[in-house]
């Protein structure tokens, strides 16, 4: 079913685990991804923002995603990820989304704060829940780049007044995670720790395609309740398509298609069972 209200964030939130949250840029992907979510019986986020909505279009992306998301056997969330437009955040409320995400960071604090509290309202008066951004997470979601300055990261020291004057519910933190995969990836993790103990909301970790597996669980008891995944869906797509493509049959969808889609459902699965302790595999 699809998630409504804010109760997928604070179950995980109450219960010590983390929501997968996967970008989806076709049919094929969020099949897999909710394949995996089913077969774990566990909720799970379907997200896409702009480079998502540049390939497929926002409008079939969202009404594909929304009615897989009714049609699934466990919650899925449908959140729109990294936007900079109200009228985009708007949009995708009035489509039924779950959850939105405002992207300030670009900015100055202080527009940071005014954006964001001004897509919270709008958020709120559907009922829908919202993320903010405060530091700047570096890279690009649909490339890999290199690693985030010290400077761009999350201040633990204005966590509380950027939760307080946008009345965010969630809250993405720059602490040297990078979108895309980068190589070495270190998470300051002393900085996460402060920004936990100064924040009110749950945080959220974007960037974690090739974390280690001990830092992901490891931030999961460090207050982030959310993780976004996109890379290593991407790259597990392809290389099931390549596979599809060099099958001997490889003149129909479910040839071609359906390793892809396999490929996701494999990676997302793996990805869940981190991010719920009762589920973390024999180490
Ligand atoms: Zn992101």
């Not at 995996?36 to 969202?62: D, H, M, T, W």
């Not at 405002?102 to 005014?114: K, M, Q, R, W």
């Not at 490891?218 to 869906?233: D, F």
């Amino acid at each position: 079913m699809l998630a409504r209200g804010i109760g997928l964030l604070t179950a995980a939130v109450e219960r010590g685990y983390a929501l997968g949250a996967f970008t989806t840029y076709n049919l094929e992907v969020t099949q897999g991804i909710i394949a995996a979510a089913e077969r774990l019986g566990k909720p799970v986020i379907v997200q896409a923002g702009a480079g998502a909505f540049s390939y497929a279009g926002r409008g079939p992306l969202a009404a594909m995603s929304l009615a897989m998301a009714a049609s699934s056997r466990v919650a899925v969330g449908i959140h729109l990820d990294h936007s900079r437009n109200l009228e985009e955040i708007a949009s995708c409320i009035e489509l039924g989304y779950s959850s939105v995400m405002i992207d300030g960071s670009f900015l100055p604090i202080e527009a940071n704060i005014a954006i964001t509290r001004a897509a919270v309202d709008l958020a709120h008066g559907s009922g829908v829940w919202a993320e903010g951004e405060l530091g700047a997470i570096g890279g690009d979601e649909n490339v890999s780049v290199g690693a985030n300055p010290e400077s761009t990261m999350t201040d633990p020291a204005m966590v509380r007044t950027f939760v307080e004057e946008t009345g965010v519910d969630a809250l993405a933190v720059a602490v040297g995670n990078v979108h895309g995969i980068s190589t070495p990836v270190e998470i300051d993790l002393a900085r996460l720790s402060a920004i936990h103990r100064e924040c009110t909301v749950p945080l959220v970790l974007h960037g974690a395609s090739g974390l280690p597996d001990e830092v992901i669980r490891t931030v999961v008891g460090l207050g982030v309740a959310k993780i976004n995944l996109n890379t290593e869906l991407r790259r597990a797509f392809f290389e099931g398509l390549r596979d599809g493509l060099k099958g001997a049959e490889a003149d129909s969808f479910d040839a071609v298609m359906r390793p892809a889609r396999d490929a996701v459902e494999q990676i997302v699965e793996s990805k869940l069972r981190l991010l719920w302790p009762d589920m973390h595999p024999a180490d």
